[in-house]
T-cell receptor, first 114, second 111 residues
């Protein structure tokens, strides 16, 4: 099985442009997450979804939006990119059952906003 | 103060050495604890969970000290392939669960 995939692998984006980062998992996990990882700051949660049809804000949600139309897909959209959104973005999923916490990560998307 | 703090390192050790990392957490509602490993330019992957009584997986030993609010990871007989960043992860019970990742400790094992 593929596990969790992300696209694109990397992208250079002009400031002010919009972009959607794609994330798909085939593990039928209920919960999905978007993180950004910046040097010295670790992984910071942007948005999450506990189950299809629901989403929630994480630690750094401003400038980002998500949707969860089905179990497998959890796209992240930057409506108008700014240079501070230059980062590595990881999508993750977890079973979501009580006590089952391991998160499985996609390979990441490296985004540069100029 | 960060909710989860780690020494960023880097720790430079020779092959065969024993190395230990600590991670402190500030929220007393922290309920479960993990170590993840992240290789350069790769995604994080679960290394091991940390149980209250301490647990071992081969050369790796994880311990939890609730009174002092820290967890540790001990690596014995270090291998070149252990070179990576080790992330401390804490789940906090806030009604639902909130997962906090530490910024990581970098380890370089040299021949």
């Amino acid at each position: 099985t593929a596990g969790i995939t992300q696209a694109p692998t990397s992208q250079i984006l002009a400031a002010g442009r919009s972009m959607t980062l794609r994330c798909t998992q085939d593990m039928r996990h209920n919960a999905m997450y978007w993180y950004r990882q910046d040097l010295g700051l670790g992984l910071r949660l942007i948005h999450y979804s506990n189950t299809a049809g629901t989403t929630g804000k994480g630690e750094v949600p401003d400038g980002y939006s998500v949707s969860r139309a089905n179990t497998d897909d959890f796209p992240l959209t930057l409506a108008s990119a700014v240079p501070s959104q230059t980062s590595v973005y990881f999508c993750a999923s977890s079973d979501g059952r009580l006590g089952v916490h391991e998160q499985f990560f996609g390979p990441g998307t490296r985004l540069t906003v100029l | 103060r960060k909710e989860v703090e780690q020494d960023p390192g880097p720790f430079n050790v020779p092959e065969g050495a024993t190395v230990a990392f600590n991670c402190t957490y500030s929220n007393s509602a922290s309920q479960s604890f993990f170590w993840y490993r992240q290789d350069c330019r790769k995604e994080p992957k679960l290394l091991m969970s940390v149980y209250s009584s301490g647990n071992e997986d081969g050369r790796f030993t994880a311990q939890l000290n609730r009174a002092s609010q820290y967890i540790s990871l001990l690596i014995r007989d270090s291998k070149l392939s252990d070179s990576a960043t080790y992330l401390c992860v804490v789940n906090i019970n806030t009604g639902g669960f909130k997962t906090i990742f530490g910024a990581g400790t970098r380890l370089f094992v040299k021949a």
